[in-house]
């Protein structure tokens, strides 16, 4: 008999409802960034030992987002009740609710569940994809939730009472606070995920500065065709939500190889309350799957940090490209930098088109893609290429560079490029390095001067370029090192020699001294 009631429907709704009374009684305050981080990073450590670090984020992701939006169903469910004095059926309206919640599938309804509490998870999971599919279709990855030996009914146990310890509902996590959450936990597990970091996340520092060069405006299409997790999609609304300007207008556009991070770059924008947008999952080079009338679509604005060096890729496909991208040539079957490269412009619209790719060095100047360098240089859409230090792609020492390119340059730019080395304007702490505020607004100032800079910054005719230096773009052949810089650096070395000598004399005197005392001459 109390089987039969707890599993009526009635129960249920009463269930609800006695909850949303009792949080509208004793509302929770509003968490801390810090109590938001430490609360999600304790999840992380249930898992520590038993799934490997870097598969963390197939997990913990999904939960997450379940547990948020029920604790929003229910939230959205109290204001239904507050503005229908208590009707309990125009509380349940799918009007009411942001997500739909079918039956069954609410986060407290697992939590019951004590037995193949995995299998009864993933029923759950799928029915609200498929209650909201047009929203979140796949969203919930395809972590192996039924698999006991990798995650038993009592650590799947752990997980969902730790977090049910925490009312996720927007009143007491606001939106922006449950995005720089989620942007914390992508970067925990960045840093514990070893080499494939770089496949889902860039540092979010460089992704600014790559923002502040492009600058999107209100109700411009932004484009990341290797969207990762989303944060340079991300990006370009926060720089909008900074200068106090409409962010919801943008129109964000993302494709990404694998299936898990696709999700997390969904389950991102929706943490961030933003709705707007369309990121799916495939591969950019071999299946462009964002198309207008069977053709690319093109965007105001491409910001993308695309995978490096890539060897396996449909090169022979590429040299007939049924979307045209082979627009200066087909690059080498080892690296694939210029085949993303020509995608980005191909979808750039042309007239208000402009991009910023994150690159490693070589793009600049390996004589396996001269031809087509040389091209991109001829056209004129070469804008900026900008040198940024080493340790700036995630797990690598690398330094790498930024390129920057314009459809239609303005006229003072028209025919030139800028270049700018940036490579001391960055902070390196151990292993990791990030850009500060005035490294960021010295680069970006000096992108938007468009003047020359000793040492620093140099305008160069694309004709120079092409006639003197073949097309080469290596930053060291046009921004030259002044000697005051040399002549600084040397003195700063004769100085620490000097001093080094003091310390040495020092040193062997009280040596001597002690010696002596010990009746050694």
């Known amino acids: 008999f109390l089987s039969k009631l707890l599993s009526h429907p009635c129960f249920k709704l009463q269930f609800i409802t006695i909850s949303v009374i009792l949080r509208l009684e004793f509302p929770n305050k509003v968490m801390t960034q810090k109590q938001l981080e430490d609360y999600l990073w304790g999840a992380a450590n249930i898992l520590r030992g038993m799934i490997d670090a870097a598969d963390f984020k197939q997990y913990i992701f999904p939960l997450l987002f379940f547990k ?8 959205e469910y109290r204001q239904a009740l507050e503005e229908s004095d208590n009707d309990l059926s125009y509380a349940e309206f799918a009007e009411n609710h942001r997500f ?23 029923k759950a999971l799928q029915g609200i994809e498929n209650a909201n599919f047009e929203m979140l279709h796949d969203v919930f990855g395809d972590a192996q939730w039924t698999n006991k030996r990798r995650m038993s009914d009592e650590k799947m146990l752990d997980l969902i009472e730790h977090f049910s310890k925490m009312d996720l509902s927007v009143a007491n996590v606001p939106h922006d606070i449950m995005g720089e959450g989620y942007e914390y936990l992508i970067k925990k597990f960045a840093d514990d995920s070893g080499h494939t970091a770089a496949e889902f996340y860039t540092n979010r520092t460089v992704v600014k500065l790559m923002t502040q060069i492009t600058n999107p405006k209100s109700s411009e299409s932004i484009y990341d065709p290797t969207c990762g997790s989303g944060g340079i999609l991300l990006g370009s609304a926060l720089h909008l939500k900074e200068q106090g300007k409409e962010y919801r207008t943008l129109k964000l556009y993302g494709q990404e190889l694998n299936l ?29 799957q964002i198309l207008e009338d069977d053709e690319l679509k093109q965007f105001d604005v491409i910001m993308a940090n695309p995978p490096y060096s890539v060897k396996k890729w449909s090169q022979q496909k590429w040299m007939n490209d049924s979307f045209g991208r082979n627009i200066w040539g087909t690059p080498p079957q080892g690296c694939a930098d210029y085949a993303f490269q020509q995608h980005i412009m191909k979808s750039l619209n042309p007239e208000t088109g402009r ?8 793009v600049l100047f390996r004589d396996s893609e001269a031809g087509i360098r040389r091209r991109m240089i001829e056209e004129d859409y070469v804008d900026a290429v900008i040198g940024l230090g080493k340790n700036l792609f995630y797990n690598s020492s690398m330094e790498s560079c930024l390129l920057v390119c314009r459809m239609k340059k303005p006229a003072e730019r028209k025919g030139k ?29 000096a992108y938007r001067r468009f003047k020359d800079e000793d040492g620093f910054a140099k305008v160069t005719k694309t004709t120079d370029i ?4 073949d097309g080469n773009l290596s930053i060291q052949l046009y921004v030259k090192q ?4 040399n002549e600084h ?9 000097r001093k080094n000598q003091k310390d040495l004399n020092q040193s062997i005197d009280n040596l001597f001294k002690q010696l002596k005392n010990l009746g050694i001459e």
């Open 68 to 75: 948020r939006i029920s604790d929003l169903w229910d939230e």
């Open 100 to 122: 739909q919640i079918p039956e069954g599938c609410h986060w407290e309804d697992v939590r019951k569940k004590t037995v193949d509490v995995g299998a009864y998870l993933q």
């Open 260 to 288: 898990i991070t696709s999700a997390i770059a969904r389950m991102n924008m929706f943490m961030h309350n933003i709705d707007e947008f369309l990121i799916v999952q495939g591969d950019t080079l071999d299946s462009p």
């Open 355 to 362: 991009s910023v790719v994150l690159w490693p060095h070589g």
């Open 417 to 445: 490029i800028i270049f700018i080395d940036g490579k001391d304007e960055i902070k390196i702490e151990r292993s990791s390095a990030f850009l500060k505020e005035e490294h960021i607004k010295r680069i970006s100032s």
């Open 466 to 469: 092409l006639e003197v230096n």
């Open 482 to 485: 002044t000697n005051n810089n």
């Open 489 to 497: 650096e040397l003195d700063h070395l004769l100085d620490l020699t």
